[in-house]
């Protein structure tokens, strides 16, 4: 289908890819923003992805550069979000086109439907011809990284801030009134290290070092496993909370004693171990 725009007789042409992805719509959409899933699909179709911001993930108000090949001319694209899901536009013209990237998700019984959609505008006919196979062979890789990454389990990173013989604690809004350990996802392409490192920036407004793990990796849901590495902070940052409403240090005799969240109290035996042994 082609649609003739209104701006200086520009054809803006839709070339649309599918897959349905046996995966949650949430495990879909965190993967569509990794970088790694951009990158490695530059990279399968020898050519080249690079972002401006530091990361693994994707940000609104990035700037990506593609190209084709190493050393082809490239495509400089401004990163957005709609509705939960990255968009991509042109910021300057290559030759005499532009491009942008858009998508759609939507859940059913057999998984996750996502659709890529890249309109190419252009005052030459004969242009979009030669974009179309390029940009099927690219959504087409695309979704199949994407279908990859969305797969993986999901890995949750809990850190154990130990000072004084005591843990810091934070309690959730939701569910309200339960107590963990600060943490969150891992984004796919991260280590544990920088994902623990990064959620407690988030979290705690906190700059840390990651040390040695503790206890057994804890299965917190079918696909989801969670575990926990003991942390220090290496400056005096006061702590922020941003997720949390509460706070509070803890020592071994009074771990029994808080609400914890039913993943957290598995590991509960070896942060009374953890307590009782140096940094």
Known sequence: MVRLGTVRNRLHVPIRCAALIDAPEAAVRRALFSRQVWIRTAVALGGT?????????IVAGDLARFTARPGGRPWL?????????????????TGRSTVSVR?????????????????????????????????IRYGEMLLGMTTLVAREPVRVVAGA????????VTRRRDPTGRWELP?????????????????LQEELAIRSKVFRRIGPVVAVAPGVEMVCYRVAATHDDPIQLTDHDAYRWV?????????????????????RIALQMPA
């Open 49 to 57: 992805a690079e972002f401006a911001a530091a990361g693994s993930r």
């Open 77 to 93: 694209l401004r990163v957005g979000e709609v509705n939960g899901r990255p968009t991509l536009d042109s910021v300057t013209s």
């Open 103 to 135: 998508f759609d998700t939507s859940s059913s019984g057999a998984g996750c439907l996502v659709t890529v959609e890249f309109t190419v505008s252009s005052r030459v006919a004969f242009l979009n011809a030669c974009y179309r196979p390029i940009l």
């Open 161 to 168: 801030w130990i000072a004084e013989g005591k843990v810091l």
């Open 183 to 199: 943490g969150g996802k891992a984004e796919p392409g991260e280590s544990d290290e920088e994902a623990l490192m990064r959620e």
């Open 251 to 271: 020592e071994a005799a009074g771990l029994s004693t808080v609400d914890f969240l039913d993943s957290d109290r598995e590991l509960l035996d070896s942060l």
